[in-house]
Structure formats: structure tokens, C-alpha cells
């Protein structure tokens, strides 16, 4: 079957419960996702000219995502632009695409992706999915390889439905040589990973702990993923058991 040559939206299968959604009319969450749509054609990364916006959705629309919610809107005007929140965290923007195309030439350049280190074990367990090339390139069919995200509508499952709008989308401070080192492996989101991992195990665990883990996932596959991300979140998800025992006894995560 041909590979599927459009671009992709990203969306969590519940983003028709979450509360800054369901307080709005109809509409509304239509221009929203209408917006997403947009910004991924124009390819310019969620920003839009305030005349352009204003002529496409109504300034009553883009009013209503601006006071959507009081410090963590989905859409948030800027100067004289309207701006998707947090855009980068759950598309996929120019600049990851671009340093993901360099990656993918210089890695064929050279013969293909690069091996796992010599001499690591192949799996945290025999738990852990080790994912073959085959696998990791199935995982990854949407044409431009959309950004690896659970979201920030995707709560935890601790999480009510009363404080999914403050609690997933608060902040986490990642050090910017933590934010590089997880750039240079292929990790797209630690504010993701974090979420991840707080959603299927008992951990809470910092950027930094985030990034050890999947060090130690991506060390430890047969090949090295194609899209590291999403299996990083494919371990967390399908063997929290696993990831936690590594948490707690490789990474120092407290219990």
C-alpha cells in the first residue's frame, strides 16, 4: 500500500471532554481545530496574522479561544498576531521537521540509522517490547510523522475531569542541556514522556528522570527506533510494571 502522502493533525481521543473544550460553543472548537488544520498547511507553526485570523474565524470566535482559560488559553494573542498555545508540544513544527529530514540524509549518507552501542542488553526485560525495524517503520506511516504526543487534554489517571485544565498543561522546568541531549536522541517532548509516565504508573518523576528512561529504553532496543518518541511512550504504556522497576531501582525515582 502506498504511503500516505498528507499532512496529520495530532489529537488525544478524548479532546471532546476536555474542560476548555466542552465549555465552548460548537463553533468555537471547530475554528480550533480548524486553526491546527491551517497552521499545519501554511507550515507556520500555529502563528497567524491578527487580520488574517479575524477575517477567517471572526474576532468573536478567537475571542472566545483567548479567554478559553485564564493563564493556559488554547489560543493566546500576541502583538498583532493570534498564536496556538503550547503549539510545539503537540504538532509538529518546522523546525523539528527540518532537523529530522537533516538526520534521516545524514544518517544515509553514512549507510543507514546508526546501531545500538556494542554490548547492551537488548530489553529492560523480557517485558519490553524490542522493536524491529519493521515494527518501528509502521509506527511511524503518517507522511510527516506527526509529533509523538499524548497531548495536553490527556489527563492523567488520577485526574478528574474538574482539573485536567490546570494539572496537564502546567509547566515542568527542563534544563536546556537536558532539552538538547533529548533533541539529539530523538525525544520531541519530555513535558509528554512526564505525562506519560505519570498516567500509567505510580511515579512522578522530573524532565530529567524522563530523559534517563528513555536513554535507557532506546540504548536497549534491537535497532534504534525510527521514531524514538513514540517508543519510548509505547514502552511506558505497555509495560508500566517494568518502567517503574526501572524507575525506582536504576534511575533513583522515589517511592
Not at 477567517?56 to 493566546?76: I, N, Y
Not at 517532548?189 to 512522578?204: E, G, K, M, Y
Not at 514502552?235 to 534511575?251: F, G, S
Request: aromatic fraction near 6%.
Amino acid at each position: 500500500m502506498p504511503r500516505d502522502p498528507r499532512l496529520y493533525m495530532t489529537f488525544p481521543n478524548d479532546i471532546h471532554r476536555h474542560p476548555k473544550i466542552t465549555r465552548l460553543a460548537p463553533e468555537v472548537r471547530w475554528a480550533f481545530i480548524e486553526m491546527n488544520g491551517e497552521a499545519r498547511i501554511a507550515d507556520n507553526d500555529g502563528i497567524f496574522p491578527a487580520e488574517d485570523a479575524e477575517f477567517t474565524w471572526g474576532r468573536s470566535t478567537l475571542d472566545a479561544l483567548v479567554a478559553s482559560h485564564p493563564s493556559r488559553p488554547l489560543v493566546v494573542r500576541v502583538d498583532d498576531t493570534y498564536v496556538i498555545r503550547d503549539y510545539a508540544e503537540h504538532q509538529e513544527t518546522r523546525a523539528a521537521r527540518e532537523e529530522r529530514r537533516k538526520r534521516n540524509a545524514e544518517n544515509g549518507a553514512k549507510g543507514g540509522r546508526p546501531k545500538k552501542n556494542p554490548g547492551v542488553t537488548e530489553s529492560v526485560s523480557s517485558g519490553l517490547p524490542d522493536l524491529t525495524q519493521r515494527q518501528a517503520n509502521e509506527t511511524h506511516t503518517k507522511a510527516e510523522s506527526e509529533s509523538e504526543s499524548e497531548d495536553f487534554y490527556s489527563p492523567s489517571k488520577s485526574q478528574s475531569r474538574s482539573n485536567r485544565a490546570s494539572v496537564s498543561t502546567d509547566p515542568i522546568e527542563v534544563p536546556e542541556m537536558t532539552r538538547r541531549l533529548a533533541a539529539q536522541k530523538g525525544i520531541t517532548s519530555l513535558r509528554v514522556l512526564v505525562d506519560a509516565i505519570h498516567s500509567h504508573t505510580s511515579c512522578r518523576v522530573t524532565a530529567a528522570q524522563a530523559f534517563q528512561l528513555a536513554v535507557d529504553l532506546l540504548d536497549k532496543a534491537k535497532t534504534y527506533p525510527d521514531a524514538p518518541q513514540r517508543y519510548v511512550v509505547s514502552c511506558v504504556k505497555r509495560n508500566p510494571a517494568e518502567i517503574e522497576k526501572t524507575l525506582y531501582e536504576q534511575i533513583g525515582v522515589a517511592s
